[in-house]
């Protein structure tokens, strides 16, 4: 018996080398916006700060008690029940999804203003809850369960004691199965962000970021058809569809010295016969594409298919293609104006979020959040809570997700969603600067038909 050769740290050690570099002058993004008065961000950073207590009840009480995709039934009630014992009516099972929370607070506006250019702006503030399997949250979505509601209920508290506080609406969403699936899409297609302009939230990492490469992922299928026979007997009378599989393996394998650096393909042959002695009649294989660009995505995807077909045509299997078992995930497309007024709130709590291009693109996973941003003006920041060399999706950041670094980076960073909604709401400029980098960079994308 040989045992797995240990991988070589050494690129890590390069990016790790590298990042160090970049960080010595990397220069934050600076905010041209005055935001909301210092008086009122003032009162309402005071609020989330009479919030520690709730907030680490949270952090630790999802951590305690992981729940999975579209399980988080006790995470979802705990929320929806922190939100009533604050006074704020919350609806649980909203949008099509039992574990789906939504709350709002503000108001519409006039019907004058509803009917012009000055309709009251309305900005959502999400949270996630569900964990991994086995390995809990290890992506600390308990800390950012925290965030978005410490944000909200802050502000709500705001506007309980001044009414006049702040103009619009702020709507709550409490966002399940982001973990492999695609929760905020399926939403979104139950009309959640219909009526609101712009959407913030923040997840955990192993730094402050103010923004990040989330790549697009789509999840793909593939399935062979071919003949059964006895594998020594009549050979020739079969049609191998696992060797359709395994050609279609090597074949993404090969694929990859084509792609753009960043594009991502992982696959497993979940299928593939039972018995040596019979040859396989099915086989499938299931993958995940991840791209930069909604576009790189879309070529991925078509030359996937052409790998599938041709391994098919090779063998003389039967194939099938069946994409997005889930709802396709874009890439986060970053509201640069939005953003640095996340900047500016962090620099409040003492942190010193770094731009994009500090950490390598090639380290880069990807969020349902994406569907978010290329539909309304969004931002997905990172928070710091744990060492700079802990990976996301491992122990040692579940780990992470329940400590005193988790518990203030729940606070700080539900002070800098509070924050960053209340300068959107208050500041005509800074609203009128992030519709109009939303419309520069394509407006929105009709994401539930982007593929078809």
């Keep these: 018996m040989t045992s797995a050769t240990n991988p070589s740290p050494a690129y890590l050690n390069q990016l790790d080398a590298e990042t160090g570099r970049r960080m010595e002058t990397a220069q934050a993004p600076v905010s041209p916006f005055a935001g909301a008065s210092a008086e009122l961000s003032a009162a309402v950073e005071a609020q989330v700060d009479a919030l520690a207590a709730d907030l680490n009840d949270v952090v630790h009480t999802l951590h305690g008690d992981p729940e999975t995709a579209y399980e988080e039934h006790r995470s979802a009630a705990f929320l929806v029940d922190l939100l009533r014992r604050h006074g704020i009516k919350a609806e649980l099972g909203a949008h099509g999804l039992p574990t789906a929370v939504r709350a709002e607070i503000g108001t519409a506006g006039s019907a004058a203003e509803e009917a012009g250019a000055d309709r009251a702006p309305a900005i959502a503030i999400l949270s996630e809850y569900d964990a991994?399997?086995?390995?809990?949250?290890?992506?600390?979505?308990?800390?950012?369960?925290?965030?978005?509601?410490?944000?909200?209920?802050?502000?709500?508290?705001?506007?309980?004691?001044?009414?006049?506080?702040?103009?619009?609406?702020?709507?709550?969403?409490?966002?399940?199965?982001?973990?492999?699936?695609?929760?905020?899409?399926?939403?979104?297609?139950?009309?959640?962000?219909?009526?609101?302009?712009?959407?913030?939230?923040?997840?955990?990492?192993?730094?402050?970021?103010?923004?990040?490469?989330?790549?697009?992922?789509?999840?793909?299928?593939?399935?062979?058809?071919?003949?059964?026979?006895?594998?020594?007997?009549?050979?020739?009378?079969?049609?191998?569809?696992?060797?359709?599989?395994?050609?279609?393996?090597?074949?993404?394998?090969?694929?990859?010295?084509?792609?753009?650096?960043?594009?991502?393909?992982?696959?497993?042959?979940?299928?593939?016969?039972?018995?040596?002695?019979?040859?396989?009649?099915?086989?499938?294989?299931?993958?995940?594409?991840?791209?930069?660009?909604?576009?790189?995505?879309?070529?991925?995807?078509?030359?996937?298919?052409?790998?599938?077909?041709?391994?098919?045509?090779?063998?003389?299997?039967?194939?099938?293609?069946?994409?997005?078992?889930?709802?396709?995930?874009?890439?986060?497309?970053?509201?640069?104006?939005?953003?640095?007024?996340?900047?500016?709130?962090?620099?409040?709590?003492?942190?010193?979020?770094?731009?994009?291009?500090?950490?390598?693109?090639?380290?880069?996973?990807?969020?349902?959040?994406g569907n978010v941003s290329y539909r309304i003006p969004g931002i997905h920041p990172l928070i710091g809570i744990a060492p700079v060399d802990v990976a996301l999706h491992t122990r040692a950041f579940a780990e992470a997700a329940g400590s005193p670094a988790a518990e203030s980076g729940a606070l700080d960073g539900a002070a800098g969603l509070a924050l960053t909604a209340l300068d959107y709401l208050c500041d005509p400029e800074l609203r009128r600067a992030v519709a109009e980098e939303f419309a520069a960079a394509g407006g929105p994308v009709d994401v539930a038909r982007y593929f078809d």
């Design 132 to 369: 991994l399997p086995e390995v809990g949250h290890a992506c600390g979505h308990n800390v950012i369960a925290a965030t978005g509601a410490g944000a909200f209920i802050a502000l709500a508290k705001t506007l309980e004691e001044n009414p006049e506080a702040f103009p619009g609406r702020v709507v709550f969403l409490g966002t399940p199965a982001e973990e492999g699936h695609s929760g905020k899409e399926v939403m979104a297609r139950n009309g959640a962000f219909d009526d609101v302009d712009a959407a913030v939230m923040v997840h955990p990492y192993a730094m402050d970021l103010a923004e990040q490469v989330w790549l697009g992922r789509r999840l793909l299928t593939v399935t062979f058809s071919g003949v059964a026979a006895h594998a020594s007997a009549q050979p020739f009378m079969g049609r191998n569809a696992m060797d359709a599989a395994a050609l279609a393996y090597s074949a993404i394998g090969l694929l990859r010295q084509q792609l753009p650096p960043v594009d991502r393909v992982h696959a497993i042959i979940t299928e593939g016969g039972r018995r040596p002695s019979v040859i396989p009649e099915k086989a499938v294989l299931k993958l995940y594409a991840r791209s930069k660009y909604p576009e790189t995505l879309k070529d991925l995807s078509a030359r996937l298919e052409d790998v599938a077909r041709g391994a098919a045509l090779m063998t003389g299997t039967g194939v099938t293609i069946d994409w997005d078992e889930h709802p396709p995930s874009l890439p986060v497309r970053t509201n640069s104006a939005l953003t640095g007024r996340w900047v500016s709130a962090q620099q409040r709590r003492g942190r010193s979020p770094l731009p994009a291009g500090v950490v390598s693109e090639t380290i880069a996973a990807s969020t349902d959040f």
